[in-house]
């Protein structure tokens, strides 16, 4: 009976840890040292598309640079005024607390009210971080007005390819847009060097009749 419990409980134990080392294995899996800090050009209002991303180690800002370019939208880069750093653990840790304590970071650059008003598709783009969206991408979703618009989101993961929760918190966080959930494209982060032209054409599917 003693020997029964204890094969319980060593069973347990390696059901966890196992558990354990692959929620590491998901987190840590991101490719580093892949972002461009190069400011994006200007957004102009003078295409009615915007592409809007957070990205930290670049791969979202590959896709997001593939959509602009393929739809004629604007570009815009979601940057926090206080950086992730570039080591993940600190950076795994700051994105959990954040998400935990429901912390909006500040962002640096900001969409004037009149460009803003222009657009009527806005793709949005993001890493799925700790199973949800970054909370910078919180923060731009509550400091615009984006009703009636249409938000289509794309996202890079390292497993979490339906976005887990973070489409949910999309519709959340703009209730009055229509948001395309079942048409989001995801791109596990090792892939997206080869995705050039599947991304491109999951883009066209919604500008053909946009207003081009
Ligand atoms: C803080 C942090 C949390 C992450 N959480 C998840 C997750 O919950 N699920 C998942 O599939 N990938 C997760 N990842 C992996 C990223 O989503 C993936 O590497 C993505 O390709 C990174 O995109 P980026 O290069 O644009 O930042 C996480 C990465 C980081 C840095």
Known sequence: MKKKKVIIICAAMIVILIAAVIVVMVLKGTRKGGIDNEPEAPVSGESNVLVAYFSWSGNVQQMSRWIAEETGGDIFRIVPEESYGEKFDPCADRAKNELDNGIRPAVSEHIDKEIMEKY????IGFPVWWYDLPMPVWTFLEEYDLSGKTIIPFFSHNGSSNGAGSLDTISNLAPNS?????????????DVADSESKIKEWARKFTVNKGE
Do not use: C
């Open 120 to 123: 009527d598709v806005i793709y």
């Open 178 to 190: 229509e948001i395309l959930s079942n048409d989001a494209i995801s791109v596990r982060g090792s």
